[in-house]
């Protein structure tokens, strides 16, 4: 098993950065010519996923993630307890985030085949930051 991490840092509030050059790299960086990459990300206010790279479609998924669970409660009518419990002690107002973390998933799982990772035609791996501007880490597994 091939092990690696790399960091990140995000410039905005919520937002979608691909990371699929970074994953190609450390696959050939790894050695392996068939098997599996994992990346996973720690982080519980970011996900990973994989979708087409169209800017249009990204700023689509960006704004309706957003219609889900907006960044000011109030738009929805509604109140984050989490918002009002934490932004006495740290300022803290990132419950949009937690929520939409619970609809994605903090990891993704690629096969390599010849060396390459074996994506569709349209597929793109992507990093959602949904509480930025933040430094991240995704670590990376690479097996097979």
Same mark, same amino acid.
């Given at each position: 098993?091939?092990?690696?991490?790399?960091?990140?840092?995000?410039?905005?509030?919520?937002?979608?950065?691909?990371?699929?050059?970074?994953?190609?790299?450390?696959?050939?960086?790894?050695?392996?010519?068939?098997?599996?990459?994992?990346?996973?990300?720690?982080?519980?206010?970011?996900?990973?996923?994989?979708?087409? $790279?169209?800017?249009?479609?990204?700023?689509?998924?960006?704004?309706?993630?957003?219609?889900?669970?907006?960044?000011?409660?109030?738009?929805?009518?509604?109140?984050?307890?989490? $918002?009002?419990?934490?932004?006495?002690?740290?300022?803290?107002? $990132?419950?949009?985030?937690?929520?939409?973390?619970?609809?994605?998933?903090?990891?993704?799982?690629?096969?390599?085949?010849?060396?390459?990772?074996?994506?569709?035609?349209?597929?793109?791996?992507?990093?959602?930051?949904?509480?930025?501007?933040?430094?991240?880490?995704?670590?990376?597994?690479?097996?097979?």
């Amino acid at each position: 098993m091939f092990r690696d991490e790399f960091s990140l840092r995000s410039r905005e509030r919520v937002e979608i950065i691909d990371i699929t050059s970074r994953l190609e790299g450390i696959v050939e960086k790894s050695g392996l010519r068939d098997g599996f990459v994992l990346a996973y990300t720690g982080h519980v206010t970011a996900c990973l996923t994989i979708n087409e $790279n169209d800017r249009e479609l990204l700023e689509d998924i960006k704004e309706n993630l957003l219609r889900l669970a907006p960044i000011d409660p109030h738009l929805v009518n509604s109140r984050y307890r989490h $918002n009002e419990k934490y932004s006495s002690m740290s300022g803290e107002q $990132n419950t949009h985030a937690h929520i939409l973390a619970t609809l994605m998933k903090p990891s993704i799982i690629v096969p390599i085949e010849k060396g390459r990772l074996r994506l569709g035609t349209w597929q793109s791996l992507f990093f959602f930051e949904l509480d930025g501007p933040r430094s991240r880490n995704v670590q990376v597994q690479v097996w097979g």
